[in-house]
């Protein structure tokens, strides 16, 4: 399948700056790279991720890649009859394009002081 580099969606985040999903990256990286059932919870999620872009709870610092931030928030995400509350990380590389984004049970990031750019409790 030929993909070309449409973009998907762009939003605003709370500084200003746009931010863009990329088609190839979305079905290549996002959902592609994945096992069938956690494709399948990334891709239910994708109107929380952009949400989770404009109103993020934390932006904060990518420990592990220089340039990167991370957009957290809390998520619900169907399961069986009922649903469950996973944390979920939308990663956006330094050219304002999103990267990932990641369902978790848990949040476990340590930031060194200065490494939180955003939180919307403090705003």
């Known amino acids: 399948m030929q993909l070309d580099d449409n973009i998907r969606w762009t939003v605003t ?66 399961e069986g009859d009922g649903i469950k509350i996973k944390s979920l990380t939308v990663v956006v590389d330094d050219n304002d394009r999103v990267v990932t984004w990641i369902l978790k049970r848990t949040i476990t990031d340590f930031l060194p002081k200065g490494d939180m750019f955003y939180d919307s409790q403090m705003v």
């Not at 494709?39 to 239910?44: E, L």
């Open 13 to 78: 985040d709370p500084s200003g700056k746009t931010i863009i999903l990329y088609e190839t990256q979305f079905i290549r990286h996002i959902i592609g790279d994945h096992e069938e059932k956690d494709a399948f919870n990334r891709a239910i999620v994708e109107r929380q991720a952009k949400n989770s872009i404009i109103k993020p709870r934390f932006i904060v610092k990518d420990q592990n890649y220089e340039g990167r931030r991370k957009y957290l928030d809390l998520v619900d995400v169907p």
